[in-house]
């Protein structure tokens, strides 16, 4: 497997000069930023410029052949726009979207801001920020229904399909045949339901915190699609930081009840059955969890095939 040769400072900087994203001469200070797998991400800093710029790769940096059309950086820049109409200030500016080269500029956060991820896994788990996603994904799913129009341009599903189905649902039907039958029926569920705009990967690590704001970044995954989904994907996120730091497992469960909570009704709907796919695909899928050790991955996967049986299993972690 051949990974592609990186975004050389270069041809990054010819291309922000050519866009009109830099002054011709402008100093410019270019930093590799660590942590996806999807492409290249850099941190551009000149003279009142800061900004993040996103270029996509076909084969993603993990272990096994994961492939994904380029495509999905100019949905990700279409994402942004239309959620910061929606709800400005929840996430960055899109100061650039080039589609023929697939690369996206961005808004840089606050030098502060924190990645939730690494908050979680560092035992710094505040409930509150919970309770604002659910807020900003409920006013999200609403207000993007309402709006079929503007949807037409994220009706295509071969994202998903790339980077959620094949490589979590499909690749765990195949580890796990006796669940075959009904990991495929959620699947296909999830690729029937059209009610709105989905963000694709709701997680954690896609969250940026600092004082009293909060973005949502890295809207490759967004289509039209079922809601639940994106409840699911970040109840199974702290799902897996619960079993990975047992101690702050109870701040967690709280973080996820008023996640829910605050993303209000039909919250809870199916929810079980999505949650289990996800844990399964944590540890079995394309994807796995890196950070949970081989007695925690035994420990998920018991969970997530109890939970696809048994949905009531989902409720010790969301019910109080």
């Given at each position: 497997m051949t990974e592609p040769e990186p975004l050389s400072a270069e041809e990054l900087t010819r291309h922000l000069h050519a866009r009109g994203v830099l002054d011709a001469g402008a100093t410019v200070t270019?930093?590799?930023?660590?942590?996806?797998?999807?492409?290249?991400?850099?941190?551009?800093?000149?003279?009142?410029?800061?900004?993040?710029?996103?270029?996509?790769?076909?084969?993603?940096?993990?272990?096994?052949?994961?492939?994904?059309?380029?495509?999905?950086?100019?949905?990700?820049?279409?994402?942004?726009?239309?959620?910061?109409?929606?709800?400005?200030?929840?996430?960055?500016?899109?100061?650039?979207?080039?589609?023929?080269?697939?690369?996206?500029?961005?808004?840089?956060?606050?030098?502060?801001?924190?990645?939730?991820?690494?908050?979680?896994?560092a035992g710094r788990v505040d409930p509150a920020v919970g309770e604002r996603l659910g807020r900003l994904l409920r006013r999200w799913h609403d207000a993007s229904a309402e709006q079929p129009r503007l949807l037409a341009a994220f009706a295509d599903q071969t994202a998903f399909v790339q980077l959620r189905i094949d490589p979590f649902h499909r690749a765990v039907a195949a580890r796990h045949p006796d669940l075959g039958g009904a990991i495929e029926a959620v699947a296909q569920r999830l690729l029937s339901e059209r009610r709105c705009l989905v963000h694709g990967d709701f997680s954690p690590k896609n969250v940026l915190v600092g004082g009293d704001g909060a973005w949502v970044v890295d809207w490759e995954v967004a289509h039209v699609g079922a809601p639940v989904f994106d409840l699911a994907f970040l109840v199974c996120h702290l799902v897996l930081k619960s079993v990975h730091r047992p101690e702050q497992a109870a701040a967690c469960r709280e973080t996820a009840r008023r996640f829910l909570g605050g993303y209000g009704a039909d919250a809870e709907r199916d929810l079980a059955e999505h949650v289990a796919c996800l844990l399964l695909a944590r540890v079995d899928g394309t994807s796995p969890a890196a950070y949970l050790t081989a007695a925690q991955q035994v420990r998920v996967r018991a969970l997530g095939r109890r939970m696809l049986g048994s949905p009531a299993e989902l409720n010790p972690f969301i019910h109080a």
């Open positions: 270019i930093e590799p930023l660590a942590g996806g797998v999807s492409g290249d991400v850099c941190a551009v800093a000149a003279p009142g410029v800061e900004a993040v710029v996103k270029r996509a790769h076909r084969q993603l940096r993990v272990a096994r052949e994961w492939l994904a059309d380029e495509d999905r950086l100019v949905t990700e820049g279409w994402a942004l726009r239309l959620a910061g109409d929606l709800i400005p200030g929840a996430v960055p500016r899109v100061l650039d979207l080039d589609p023929c080269t697939r690369t996206l500029v961005m808004e840089r956060a606050p030098r502060d801001w924190r990645d939730w991820r690494a908050e979680l896994l």
